[in-house]
C-alpha cells in the first residue's frame, strides 16, 4: 500500500472518528446538557435517539442519491454540515435549536461513513480492501465506545461546552485534511439509481441484512444494559466499571486488526466462527457474572470480538452481496446496523422488566442462534462453491 492510500485511509479513519464521535460522545455529556437547557434527562436523551433515528431513515437514501458525484466533494460537504451543527450546537441557548443542530448532520452521517468504506476498499487491490476497510473501523469503534468517557472527561475537568468543542474541532481538523490532501476522486462508472435499487431483488441481499440486523442485536443488546448489569450483578465500583468500558473500546479497536486479516484469508469461516465464539463467551458471563476479575476478562474478550470483529464481519457480509453498487450497500449496512440496535435494545428492555437484568445475556445468546441460522442459509444457497461473497 502506497503513502499516498496510507494517508487516504488515515484521514478516512479520524473522519468516521469524528462523526461517531459527534453522534455517541454527547452520552457522556447528557447530565450536564440536561442541566443547562434545564430538560429531563429523557427529553436530554434525545440527543441521541433521534440521531440514530436519522441515521436509519437516510442510510439507504443518501448515499444512493450522492453516489455519482466526486467523492472529495461529498465529504467536504458533510464535513462542512457536521462543523456547522457542531459550532450552532455549542453557543445555541435554546433546546429545540440544539435538537436541529443535531438531527440535520444525522441525515448525513451515512454519506460519509459509506463513502469512507467505498473509498478505503477500492483504494487498494481487492484482496486487500477487507484489511483496508477494518482500518477506517477502527475510527468507528474509537468514536463510538472511546468518544464517550473522553467527553465525559473533558465535561467533568473543564466543562460541558469544551466537550461539544471537542467534537467541532476535529471534524473541522478532518475538514481541513481533506481540503489539503485528498485528491480529487471522481466516480469512474456512475450507476443509475435504478442498477443500485435492483440489489434489493436478490434473495442474498436480504438474508445478508436480516443476519446484520441479528448480530447487531446479539451484541446491543446486551451491550445498551453492560453498566448496569456490571453494577448489580457484578457489584463492581463505579471507578471499576469506568475502567472496563474504556478497555472494552480498546478491545474493540484490537478485533478491528484482527478482523482485516482473517477476511481476507478465510471470509467464510470468520463468519460462521463469530456466532459461535460470541455464544460461549455470553454462556460463561451468564455463570461468572457475579466474580469481579473472572466477569472483567471475559468483558475484554467479548469486546475484541462484539465491537472489532461483528462491525467488519456485518459490512462484509452486505457489501459482499451487491459489490456492483457498494455505495447503496454501505448505506443499507449502517441502516441494517442501526436497526439492529434498536431491536436488540428493545428487546433487551422487555426482558429486564420481565425477567431481571441478569437475564439480559439471553438475549444475545438467541439473536446469535438465529443469525448463525441465517448464515449458514446466506452460504449453503449462495455458495455452491463454498464462497460466501458470491
Known amino acids: 500500500m502506497s503513502k499516498r492510500n496510507h494517508l487516504l485511509i488515515f484521514i478516512l479513519t479520524i473522519g468516521v472518528f469524528g462523526i461517531l464521535n459527534t453522534e ?201 444494559y453492560l453498566t448496569e448489569y456490571l453494577k448489580s450483578v457484578t457489584n463492581m465500583s463505579p471507578n471499576t466499571i469506568s475502567l472496563t468500558l474504556f478497555i472494552f473500546g480498546g478491545a474493540n479497536m484490537v478485533g478491528n486488526i484482527i478482523t482485516g486479516k482473517l477476511l481476507t484469508h478465510n471470509p467464510i469461516k470468520s463468519v460462521v466462527s463469530f456466532p459461535v465464539l460470541l455464544g460461549a463467551v455470553y454462556i460463561i458471563l451468564f455463570f461468572i457474572g457475579n466474580f469481579t476479575v473472572p466477569t472483567a476478562i471475559i468483558t475484554i474478550i467479548w469486546g475484541v470480538l462484539a465491537g472489532g470483529i461483528m462491525a467488519n464481519i456485518n459490512q462484509y457480509l452486505i457489501a459482499s452481496s451487491a459489490p456492483e453498487a457498494p455505495d447503496f450497500a454501505n448505506g443499507l449496512f449502517i441502516s441494517a446496523c442501526n436497526v439492529g440496535t434498536t431491536l436488540g435494545s428493545a428487546v433487551g428492555g422487555i426482558i429486564i422488566s420481565g425477567m431481571g437484568i441478569q437475564y439480559v445475556i439471553w438475549v444475545g445468546i438467541l439473536s446469535l442462534i438465529l443469525s448463525l441460522v441465517t448464515i449458514f442459509l446466506r452460504n449453503d444457497m449462495f455458495s455452491p462453491t463454498k464462497q460466501l461473497s458470491r
Open 24 to 224: 455517541m460522545g454527547v452520552i457522556g455529556i447528557l447530565p450536564s446538557l440536561a442541566d443547562h437547557y434545564h430538560v429531563s434527562i429523557s427529553k436530554a436523551g434525545l440527543l441521541v435517539s433521534l440521531f440514530a433515528l436519522g441515521i436509519a431513515i437516510s442510510g439507504p437514501i443518501l448515499p444512493l442519491l450522492f453516489s455519482g458525484i466526486d467523492r472529495k466533494r461529498v465529504m467536504l460537504l458533510v464535513l462542512g454540515v457536521f462543523v456547522l451543527g457542531n459550532v450552532v450546537s455549542l453557543f445555541t441557548t435554546n433546546f429545540t435549536i440544539l435538537l436541529i443542530a443535531r438531527i440535520i448532520p444525522a441525515f448525513f452521517h451515512p454519506i460519509y461513513c459509506s463513502l469512507a468504506f467505498t473509498v478505503a476498499g477500492s483504494s487498494v487491490r481487492k484482496e486487500e480492501a477487507p484489511k483496508a476497510v477494518s482500518k477506517v473501523f477502527i475510527g468507528v469503534s474509537a468514536g463510538m465506545v472511546a468518544g464517550v468517557p473522553i467527553a465525559s472527561f473533558i465535561d467533568s475537568v473543564i466543562s460541558y461546552e469544551m466537550a461539544m468543542a471537542f467534537f467541532a474541532i476535529v471534524n473541522a481538523i478532518v475538514l481541513i485534511a481533506t481540503i489539503l490532501f485528498v485528491p480529487s476522486i471522481p466516480v469512474e462508472q456512475r450507476l443509475s439509481y435504478g442498477s443500485q435499487f435492483s440489489v434489493l431483488k436478490k434473495p442474498i441481499m436480504w438474508i445478508s441484512i436480516v443476519t446484520v440486523i441479528l448480530l447487531n442485536a446479539s451484541v446491543f443488546g446486551v451491550y445498551s
